[in-house]
């Protein structure tokens, strides 16, 4: 850097998910759009660890662009997208992709984009919301159990209170079992073994 002025890097990230897939492409496009220095992973869509995309982000700074192939590179689902978009742009970072199409804040039209973004971002999670609380509602009315999986079966937690009745501490309990002292407390609470032990 020169009198103290910012740099202007067109920095690139390039990202394939599977084995099958070339990173050539991509790299080839990323220095046709004059990226001086690229970034680029080769990882399943389900991994979280990105080690280029995690460099790529340290090495980034306010008033580079970031150059991708298509903006679905910059995350595994649109929400990531999203969210990552306006982190970057939020720093003053701006993102071009192939098409040539820039997401910042410097026009009105960048900006509108990033707001329509986020509004979708935020519709995606509360309908996510609403679905799972749709389905926990749906379990609970056909009678199942939802969240946390029980640790023991109805006849472990007779054998809990079988133990208990023998004399047995709810650490000697718990330590037969499997299974902490605070659980053997809450099954020995529970009314349903309660009565399944009578």
Not at 103 to 124: R, W, Y
Not at 151 to 165: G, Q
């Amino acid at each position: 850097m020169t009198n103290g002025a910012p740099r202007a890097h067109i920095v690139g990230y390039a990202r394939v998910s599977t084995s099958h897939q070339n990173l050539d492409r991509q790299l080839d496009k990323l220095a046709e759009m004059g990226a001086v220095k690229i970034f680029s992973d080769k990882v399943s869509g389900r991994t979280m660890d990105r080690p280029a995309w995690k460099s790529c982000r340290e090495y980034l700074r306010p008033g580079d662009t970031l150059a991708v192939d298509a903006l679905d590179r910059l995350g595994r689902s649109t929400l990531e997208v999203i969210g990552t978009v306006k982190e970057l742009v939020g720093l003053g970072i701006k993102i071009i992709d192939k098409s040539g199409r820039r997401l910042d804040t410097s026009d009105p039209i960048g900006e509108a984009l990033v707001a329509i973004m986020a509004v979708m971002a935020q519709m995606e999670v509360d309908l996510k919301a609403e679905r799972a609380a749709a389905a926990r509602e749906a379990a609970a009315a056909r009678g199942q159990h939802t969240g946390r999986p029980r640790k023991l079966t109805t006849s472990d937690a007779v054998r809990a209170h079988e133990l208990k009745a023998q004399g047995l501490s709810a650490g000697e309990v718990g330590k037969a079992l499997g299974i902490s002292r605070a659980s053997v407390y809450r099954y020995l609470s529970a009314p349903e073994t309660e009565a399944a032990a009578t």
